[in-house]
């Protein structure tokens, strides 16, 4: 089946949580964007069009694969040229994967002002839930523009500050959040009367509820919880799982989990029949102004408008850390030779982050080489040209017996304080057109010779995002893929400040297999035509 939308990017002020943001910007007059929704296997084509005054727009579909279909991954820069004003891209892809995700400007810091929203590919129902709720974006917010805030991020070096992760004022669930303000004192607060109710969803005692959460932050993880409820998680990103129950998950930016919650099978313990759905900022993985985590309602009683009394059941961790690779264990294993574990040791990528000053200001980087795109000549429409920089790309021709290895550290930060300019961070790590196996995880110091042997090539988890953990001597991910899909793919961190200064690389993947389709072949389109104007 073939599906088609239609997406209009456009400046709005907005007030999800209650204050005004002038500086929104929102996809179809909404944030979050609507839903788009397939089946597995349909053909989609979505028409974006930009009419955003001051900025060009791409849109990129988070954690689909994209396979053969490079120019539909929506990164400005390297798959496409900016959409200018009033102009339309087409993008055209098949539903490879099932399940859901989101969908965001990768414009510079175009969707922490709003321009995001959910994704769902329907799969073979084996439904084990009575009701599928539509995915819910979390986000931490704002008030500033997202440009306004990266200042803070870049810093001054005459001044002494750098890198100071800017302070986000709250946590909106599905566009919805509740600012402490005093709109007697402050015009941009609205007065309770004028805002949007909490989000709240009814529960009826003994069903089942299939929640589908996303973190779609711009610097913050959250640990997710329900009062007195257990979350039995069944997948992480695109990728289905053995459940396990818990009562916390920990979701990092661009992670997402499909959770079942049960309901109460009898009368609630609670006596109004009100529940808190918290949403926690992990230590040290954001700043939020304002600690105000309880930012859902679940309801038993559907007419009941009370806020919930509940108190937390279980102390959280706030630790910056990802699930634990034991709970993530994937229903279809990932195949990996044992030719391919061999490769671990020659043939292993290592990228280390770091911290880097360039006219005064922060810049964050992979292999002390900051990837900063040029929005008029994107990475598609020079393929073939060799005097490629290795230093920020992988080039792999053929690679057609075993995987990629890419081990990411922490550890030039340590090991040259003169770079350690920001405080310790972990780093949400997404990789586009792949799903990866993570073979590693660790805040402790990676080595070379030693630590390889120790990687997990037993059923790793597999997911599109994953925590670069951060400890005192080190830190380090390790990643495989199988290089089967042709094109030039994206691997940032997704705190939206780090990705704009830099902590990025490229993957340029089988040159010579990357179709026609892709625009760098047709000689008619060999630059971003009519952009010298806006960037001159
Ligand atoms: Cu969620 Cu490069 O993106």
Not at 457 to 480: C, E, K, S
Request: some cysteine.
């Amino acid at each position: 089946i073939h599906r088609e939308y239609w997406l209009n990017v456009t400046d709005k002020v907005i007030s999800p949580d209650g204050y005004l943001k002038t500086e929104g910007k929102v996809v179809n007059g909404s944030y979050p964007g609507p839903l788009i929704e397939a089946c597995w296997g349909d053909d989609i084509t979505i028409h974006v069009t930009n009419y955003l005054k001051t900025n060009g727009s791409t849109i990129h579909w988070h954690g689909l694969r994209q396979l053969h279909t490079n120019e539909a991954d929506g990164v400005n820069g390297v798959t496409q040229c900016p959409i200018a004003f009033g102009d339309t891209f087409d993008y055209k892809f098949k539903a490879l994967q099932y399940g859901h995700s989101w969908y965001h400007s990768h414009y510079s810091l175009q969707y922490p002002d709003g321009v995001a929203g959910p994704l769902l590919i329907h799969g073979p129902s084996s439904a084990n839930w009575d009701e599928d709720w539509t995915p819910i974006l979390i986000s931490d917010w704002s008030h500033r523009s997202a440009f306004q805030d990266f200042y803070v991020e870049l810093g001054n070096s005459t001044s002494g500050v750098l890198g100071r992760e800017p302070t986000m004022q709250s946590i909106v669930l599905n566009g919805t959040g509740s600012y402490t303000c005093d709109p007697s004192t402050d015009k941009n607060c609205l007065p309770q009367n004028k805002r949007k109710p909490i989000f709240s969803k009814v529960f009826q005692q003994g069903k089942r509820y299939l929640l589908r959460l996303i973190n779609a932050s711009t610097e913050s993880a959250f640990v997710f919880t329900i009062d007195n409820h257990v979350l039995e998680v069944i997948s992480t990103d695109l990728v289905p799982i053995h459940p396990f129950k818990t009562e916390s998950i920990h979701i990092g930016i661009g992670q997402r989990y499909s959770v079942i919650v049960e309901a109460k099978p009898s009368a609630p313990v609670q006596k109004d029949g009100n529940y808190w759905i918290r949403t926690v900022v992990s230590d040290g993985c954001g700043t939020i102004n304002q600690s105000k985590p309880e930012i859902g309602v679940i309801r038993y009683n559907a007419g009941s408008t009370a806020l919930p009394t509940s108190t937390n059941h279980t102390g959280l961790s706030t630790l910056c850390a990802d699930e634990p690779p034991e709970n993530l264990v994937p229903v279809v294993p990932w195949p990996v030779d044992h030719q391919a574990v061999n490769d671990v040791l020659n043939d292993t990528f290592e990228a280390f982050v770091s911290n880097n000053v360039t006219h005064g200001a922060l810049r964050w980087d992979l292999t002390d080489t900051p990837l900063w795109l040029n929005f008029s000549n994107p990475t598609i429409l020079n393929l073939g040209n060799t005097t490629w920089n290795p230093e920020y790309a992988i080039i792999q021709e053929s690679y057609d017996r075993g995987y990629v290895y890419i081990v990411i550290t922490t550890q030039a930060i340590r090991k040259d304080p003169s770079k350690n300019t920001h405080s310790v961070a972990a780093h949400p790590i997404h990789l586009h057109g792949h799903d990866f196996v993570i073979l590693a995880q660790s805040n402790q110091t990676y080595d070379v010779s030693a630590t390889p042997k120790t990687f997990n090539f037993n059923n790793p988890p597999r997911r599109d995002v994953a925590l670069l953990p951060a400890g005192n001597t080190g830190g380090y991910l390790a990643i495989g893929f199988k290089p089967d899909n042709p094109g030039v793919w994206l691997l940032h961190c997704h705190i939206a400040w780090h990705a704009s200064s830099g902590l990025a690389m490229q993957i340029l993947e089988r040159q010579s297999e990357i179709l026609p389709t892709i625009p760098s072949l047709d000689p008619t389109r060999k630059t971003c035509k009519g952009w010298d104007k806006w960037l001159a």
